[in-house]
Each structure stands twice: as structure tokens, then as C-alpha cells.
């Protein structure tokens, strides 16, 4: 009997391994499907207050819907001409630049380190980075070009989510409903609130580092604005890569005076001030998520989905969390995934 039972553990943890192998497989094969999904249920969170408070004013919901609509694209637009502006100008920029950095660290190596940079400063000057940013930008007009898949999804969940009470009823018992509703409520608050506030802290960042960049006089302001606004939404590697760039482009705009010093310290005095105070502050540490497991989901669903996956990143663990703990087999795991202990 122990012998047997011991084999149906095995066969029951193979079965699990391998269907999360395969889910995996399907997240990563499907990835063209799933990611324009999960933009729009970004998007439908971030509404969802707005289009709440016109429903309870009576305002048909549909028009509530496709008013908002209208108003991103007008400032997205608005937005969009400078960033492809700052975009263009950036990149017809960048072969100066990459000349002025190649000089640089060949010039580092060679007196500093006694290292012979003539194989590594051709390999450099191949102009590969200049064409990986003509392909990240062409990559960005076609993503641009497969929006209104998103917004054709969006619109289909702010069609048809109202239902969903009804059809839980019909489906399960009334305990099991209610067990659904409270994980579901509490999926919906977390949410709205992460992104929401989430939200708003990356545009004061991004707002703050392009006046910041722009008062400065360092080149593209708007772009690096726009740049710390996106990356604000990944967990501690965002803030540091939106601060890196416009240090360097300072640094190479400027390089026999305190300019530079003193970008680096106002973007490096946003970045902590936005990040480390304001945002736990208005967040309240609400996922209570262990700093570890927020690197792990950061890299997973950076592997699945690419950058899209490393902005949902928060999220999506958070849902899962909240799902394990209103599971009584699961909650231990819930808690390990925490933070700290109080509150739970």
C-alpha cells in the first residue's frame, strides 16, 4: 500500500511538471494572441474608474467607452509626433555618438588597462547597434500597426464583462459563488489600484525627468521622459535603465563640465524619490510580494512574453497570489510568496 502510494505521488507530480511545461509552451507559442489580450485587460483596469463613474451617472457605457477611447488617441497622437520625432532625431544622432563612446573605451583600455582594443573597435564600428535601433524602431511601428486588435478586445470586454455575474451564478453552487466573487472583488481592487496609482507615479517620473533633461539642455528630453514613464512599470530594472542613457548622452554632450553631475544626481533624486518613497507610500506595500519572487516573475515572464511580459510582470503574480490564498490548500504557499508576515 505505501508502495503504491509513493508511485502516485510520483505520477501526480510528473503529471504537474509536464503540464506546466506545456503551459508554458503555450503561452510562449501563443504569445501573438495572449499578449494583445493582456494589454487590453491592462487597459480595461485602467478605465475602469472612468467608465464606472459615467455608468453610475446613467452615461450609456459603450459611448463612455469609446469616449475615452477617443481621448487617448488624441493625446497618444499629440504624444506619438514627439516621440517619433525625438525618435528619428536619435537615431540619425546616434553614429556621432557611437564613435565618441568607441573612442572613449578604446582610449580607457588601452592607457588603463594595457589591453589592445583594434579587434574590439572594429567589431564595434560594425554599426550593429545602429542597425538593432533601426529595427527597434521599425519593430515599434509595426506593434503600433496591431493596436486595433487591442482596442477590438477591449471593446469586447467592456461589452460582455457585466454578464459575468449572471453566468457564475448559473454555473456553481451559491458557496462556490460566493468564494469566486470574494477572489474576484479582491483581484479587482489590487488591480485597479496597482495600475492606477502605478500609473500615475510613472507619468510625475517621466514628466519630472524630461523637465529635468530638457532644463539641462540634454538632447531629447522627450524621449527620455517618455522612456522613464514606460520603464517606471518594471520592477527595479526599469528605473535603472531610464536613468543610464540621458547620464551617458550628458556625459558625451558635455564632458568638461558639472552637467553631468548634476543629471546624474536630479534624474538619480527622481528615480529614489518616485520609487523608493512615493510609490510604497501611495502603494502601501498592497501586493506584499517577497523582492526575490518579484525578480523570479520578472524574468519568467520576461522569457514568455518579452517586454510586454516584464511590465505585467507585478501584476499577474499578484493575481496568483490572491487566487493561492483563497485556496486552504494553497495558502501556505500564498504566504511564502510575501513580503512580511503581518497582514496576512
Request: aromatic letters at 16%; a positive charge.
Amino acid at each position: 500500500m505505501h508502495e503504491e502510494e509513493s508511485w502516485q505521488k510520483v505520477l501526480k507530480f510528473t503529471a504537474i511538471f509536464f503540464a506546466v511545461i506545456a503551459g508554458i509552451f503555450i503561452l510562449k507559442t501563443l504569445r501573438g494572441i495572449f499578449i494583445p489580450l493582456m494589454i487590453a485587460v491592462f487597459l480595461s483596469y485602467l478605465f475602469a474608474p472612468a467608465v464606472e463613474f459615467l455608468a453610475k451617472i446613467k452615461f450609456p457605457r459603450i459611448l463612455s467607452l469609446f469616449i475615452l477611447l477617443a481621448i487617448i488617441s488624441l493625446i497618444g497622437t499629440f504624444v506619438a509626433q514627439f516621440l517619433v520625432k525625438n525618435a528619428k532625431e536619435f537615431i540619425a544622432f546616434w553614429p556621432t555618438m557611437e564613435r565618441t563612446i568607441i573612442t572613449n573605451i578604446g582610449h580607457f583600455l588601452t592607457n588603463y588597462v594595457k589591453i589592445d582594443t583594434t579587434t574590439l573597435t572594429s567589431i564595434l564600428r560594425s554599426a550593429r547597434v545602429a542597425e538593432f535601433l533601426q529595427s527597434a524602431f521599425s519593430f515599434s511601428l509595426s506593434f503600433a500597426g496591431k493596436s486595433l486588435f487591442t482596442l477590438l478586445i477591449l471593446v469586447f470586454i467592456y461589452l460582455t464583462y457585466h454578464n459575468y455575474p449572471r453566468l457564475i451564478k448559473k454555473a456553481f453552487k451559491q458557496k462556490r459563488v460566493s468564494e469566486i466573487f470574494k477572489i474576484l472583488r479582491n483581484i479587482n481592487i489590487q488591480i485597479i489600484n496597482y495600475i492606477f496609482i502605478k500609473t500615475l507615479i510613472s507619468m510625475g517620473t517621466g514628466l519630472l525627468t524630461g523637465i529635468a533633461c530638457w532644463l539641462l539642455g540634454i538632447k531629447f528630453a522627450v524621449l527620455w521622459g517618455f522612456l522613464a514613464f514606460m520603464l517606471n512599470y518594471i520592477p527595479y530594472i526599469g528605473s535603472l535603465a531610464a536613468v543610464v542613457f540621458p547620464i551617458i548622452l550628458s556625459l558625451l554632450q558635455f564632458p568638461h563640465s558639472y552637467i553631468p553631475l548634476f543629471t546624474a544626481i536630479s534624474l538619480i533624486v527622481i528615480q529614489m524619490f518616485m520609487g523608493s518613497y512615493l510609490d510604497p507610500e501611495m502603494m502601501g506595500n498592497r501586493f506584499n510580494l517577497s523582492p526575490i519572487l518579484i525578480i523570479v516573475s520578472l524574468f519568467f515572464w520576461s522569457y514568455v512574453w518579452g517586454i510586454v511580459g516584464a511590465f505585467i510582470a507585478v501584476p499577474i503574480t499578484a493575481i496568483v497570489k490572491i487566487v493561492l490564498m483563497n485556496i486552504e490548500p494553497m495558502k501556505p504557499i500564498a504566504i511564502l510568496m510575501s513580503k512580511k508576515a503581518e497582514g496576512i
